[in-house]
């Protein structure tokens, strides 16, 4: 049996809670690959806010590829992997979009408790939204082979 995910299970799979693993191409040296946090709602675009002078900001431009993977550590393993473009980069809200980040990532409790320390006397243009429309899919479910896991 195929450990493929259909669509409606690799799409639920990729919205769900998962710190993804960020490749952007950098000239000269191999992709840069870091952990992220990401909001994404079937069908629609992965989203991820970042510093726009930090080193991922900086890489990201509109147009490039770009590859995601979230997986799920614990056996029976599973993993989405997307690759797209950056399809539009804007200033980040801070209600909009970092606090949603932070609350699916730390509750809303431990979340309101980062989103108070890390905006605290920050420039409102610090961070952007970057995001990411999926054109390719890779995908696996082992629970769907028995593996002996």
């Not at 989203?47 to 979230?70: F, P, W």
């Amino acid at each position: 049996m195929s450990t493929t995910m259909t669509r409606e299970e690799r799409e639920a799979f990729l919205s769900g809670v998962h710190v993804g693993v960020l490749s952007i191409h950098e000239e000269g040296r191999g992709p840069l690959t870091a952990p992220v946090w990401y909001a994404y709602e079937p069908g629609g675009e992965v989203q991820i806010v970042t510093e726009r002078d930090s080193r991922k900001g900086k890489l990201l431009k509109e147009g490039m590829r770009v590859s995601l993977c979230a997986q799920d550590e614990a056996a029976p393993y599973k993993y989405a992997s997307v690759e797209g473009p950056v399809v539009r980069i804007e200033p980040s809200d801070v209600e909009r979009n970092e606090r949603v980040l932070a609350h699916r990532y730390l509750g809303p409790e431990a979340g309101d408790r980062y989103i108070a320390s890390a905006s605290e006397g920050r420039d409102d243009d610090l961070m952007i939204l970057v995001r990411i429309r999926p054109e390719r899919w890779l995908t696996a479910d082992y629970s769907k082979e028995d593996v002996g896991l």
